[in-house]
T-cell receptor
Framework: GAVVSQHPSRVICKSGTSVKIECRSL??????MFWYRQFPKQSLMLMAT?????????EQGVEKDKFLINHASLTLSTLTVTSAHPEDSSFYIC?????????FGQGTRLTVV | AQKITQTQPGMFVQEKEAVTLDCTYD???????LFWYKQPSSGEMIFLIY??????QNATEGRYSLNFQKARKSANLVISASQLGDSAMYFC?????????????FGQGTRLTINP
């Protein structure tokens, strides 16, 4: 299947700092990528749709200014958690669609201390 | 709105037995896709199988098969000859074509445990 690479896999940051997470499609171009959040023992919840060359589309209840998304090329989308707080600690995972299927990155476990 | 329901929070199966994980869905889209993913403790989402709503045959991928019953709106995952490595969370997901094309809606997940 297609490969989606996400980096970093784990990050610990201090409260008030910003963290950038990268999502790359390695062997295909993705005009659209998706960012999900997953709390422990829960399902994945879509946060936003990242569109190459245009603004991201955020789901209801997701703060645009806190979760900045940039999709500057056909193979890279970034999610920046700004002014992170302990409640932002979670598992973040991206996906991209290819040939009718959706493939996921490895995920990023964010811990804000 | 699209909705996926997985009614089995946990399943325990003996190694080498077959297991069926249930998934029902609801959508008003005329065309849609159904997915199953495996999520081990590492967190990665591993694609297992895909079924398009207009596909004539049920999807199969190795030991995985999807029992697609369109009239009942169910898309159960069948794992044959289960292995210890199959122990993980399993998520059913759906993608529509009209309501938010391409984005996936996930079920609550089923934790599968394979006993030796």
């Amino acid at each position: 299947g297609a490969v989606v690479s996400q980096h970093p896999s784990r990050v610990i940051c201090k409260s008030g700092t910003s963290v950038k997470i990268e999502c790359r499609s390695l062997d295909f171009q993705a005009t659209t990528m998706f960012w999900y959040r997953q709390f422990p023992k829960q399902s994945l919840m879509l946060m936003a749709t990242s569109n190459e060359g245009s603004k991201a589309t955020y789901e209801q209840g997701v703060e645009k200014d806190k979760f900045l998304i940039n999709h500057a090329s056909l193979t890279l989308s970034t999610l920046t958690v700004t002014s992170a707080h302990p409640e932002d600690s979670s598992f973040y995972i991206c996906s991209a669609a290819h040939t009718r299927k959706a493939f996921f990155g490895q995920g990023t476990r964010l811990t804000v201390v | 709105a699209q909705k996926i329901t997985q009614t089995q929070p946990g399943m325990f199966v003996q190694e080498k037995e077959a297991v069926t994980l249930d998934c029902t869905y609801d959508t008003s889209d005329p065309s849609y896709g159904l997915f199953w993913y495996k999520q081990p403790s590492s967190g990665e989402m591993i694609f297992l199988i895909y079924q398009g709503s207009y596909d004539q045959q049920n999807a199969t991928e190795g030991r995985y098969s999807l029992n697609f019953q369109k009239a009942r709106k169910s898309a159960n995952l069948v794992i044959s000859a289960s292995q210890l490595g199959d122990s993980a969370m399993y998520f059913c997901a759906m993608r529509g074509t009209i309501q938010g094309a391409q984005k996936l809606v996930f079920g609550q997940g089923t934790r599968l445990t394979i006993n030796p």
